[in-house]
């Protein structure tokens, strides 16, 4: 048995989790609502946030947990990738914790974390089988990877330039709707007609996505619009963000399905913090059913950034005796 504390700071999201194996005992987290009013993450707010969060954080996690500090076994941390000053605060918080209890640090990949949130035990939930096809959509990556084992990953497409969510948060700031812009545009999708307004989406060969002209579609179909009507995007608020949800959740499908297709996998899995979008979830759905698949769509408190994920990545890395160096340095990349 092992119990492993979790913490992810790669971003804007301070988080701490504890796990007992592969049992979620607790996962707080501590979103910084700074970065609002400039419409984006600024660096250097977020690793302050995050310096002033990470000992309540952790301190929450542990409590929650009912598991004292002495009975941990290994610290955990996302090394990469995100934004240096965030990661350096989770890495040397998490570092020193480690060291001052003799225990062994794990280091986690980000976005293997988003893809490994599907194995955290949750009742009633089941766990893909390996080989499964998943679609990692985030703000920053949007990948179709093919998972032959926890930690073989092949990348059978992904983004040529705008990530998914980087995509849907553009659009949402071209309506001055705020920030971050996907689950605002979810939700006033929800009142809208998806079939209002056409987008069009490119052709990019194979299995890889782009999605800058998508945004640039939308921002010059609105140009011309609020020329002859000044109030366009008021009037139309909810239709616009059905209509660019549908184009570019379709976009997303489209190609996943065709990749589930030519590798003849049976399970397809949804993660990152797109995959939180009701028009993706019950896509994901959807192209299931047709196709007598098996879909696996995490729980919404895992598909945004979590430790809980680190926590189970973590896991499986301690079953295999894969241990960090006390040297390592974040990445960026
Ligand atoms: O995984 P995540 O929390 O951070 C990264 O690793 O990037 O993903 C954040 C992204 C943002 O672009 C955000 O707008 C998007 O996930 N997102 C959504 C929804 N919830 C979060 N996009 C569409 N619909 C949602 N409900
Ligand atoms: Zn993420």
Redesign the pocket.
């Given at each position: 048995m092992s119990n492993i504390l979790a913490i992810e700071s790669?971003?804007d999201d301070t988080s701490a989790a504890v796990l007992r194996d592969d049992t979620l005992l607790s996962n707080v987290i501590a979103s910084q609502k700074v970065h609002e009013q400039y419409g984006g993450v600024v660096p250097e707010l977020a690793s302050r946030a995050h310096q002033q969060n990470i000992v309540p954080v952790v301190d929450a996690a542990l409590r929650e947990a009912g598991i004292d500090k002495s009975e941990l076994d290994a610290v955990a941390f996302t090394r990469g990738p995100g934004l240096l000053g965030s990661l350096l605060v989770g890495v040397s918080f998490a570092k020193s914790f480690a060291q001052g209890l003799g225990i062994p640090l794990i280091e986690v990949n980000?976005l293997q974390a988003?893809v490994l949130s599907h194995f955290i035990k949750t009742p009633g939930n089941p766990t893909p089988e390996f080989p499964f096809l998943c679609l990692l959509v985030?703000?920053?990556h949007t990948q179709i990877l093919l998972l032959r084992s926890h930690f073989e990953m092949e990348v059978l497409g992904q983004t040529i330039d705008d990530a998914a969510?980087?995509a849907?948060?553009k659009a949402a700031k071209i309506m001055d709707l705020g920030y971050?812009?996907?689950?605002i545009?979810?939700r006033l999708s929800k009142e809208g007609n998806p079939d209002a307004f056409r987008f069009a989406t490119p052709n990019i060969a194979g299995y890889d996505y782009s999605f800058s002209g998508i945004k640039t579609s939308f921002l010059y179909f609105l140009r011309d619009r609020l020329a002859e009507d000044s109030d366009f995007i008021e009037k139309n608020k909810s239709d616009l963000c059905a209509s660019i949800q549908k184009c570019i959740m379709e976009f997303l499908l489209k190609k996943f399905e065709k990749a589930a297709l030519a590798t003849k996998t049976r399970q397809i899995a949804i993660a990152?913090?797109?995959s939180?979008?009701?028009y993706l979830r019950n896509g994901i759905l959807r192209l299931a059913e047709k196709h007598h698949w098996r879909a696996f769509v995490p729980t919404l408190q895992f598909?945004?950034?979590n430790a809980a994920m680190v926590g189970i990545a973590a896991y499986h890395k301690y079953l295999l005796g894969e241990f960090a160096d006390i040297s390592l340095t974040p990445y960026t990349n």
């Open positions: 790669s971003c980000h988003h985030s703000g920053g969510g980087e849907i948060d971050p812009g996907g689950p545009i979810d990152g913090g797109v939180a979008n009701s598909c945004t950034d």
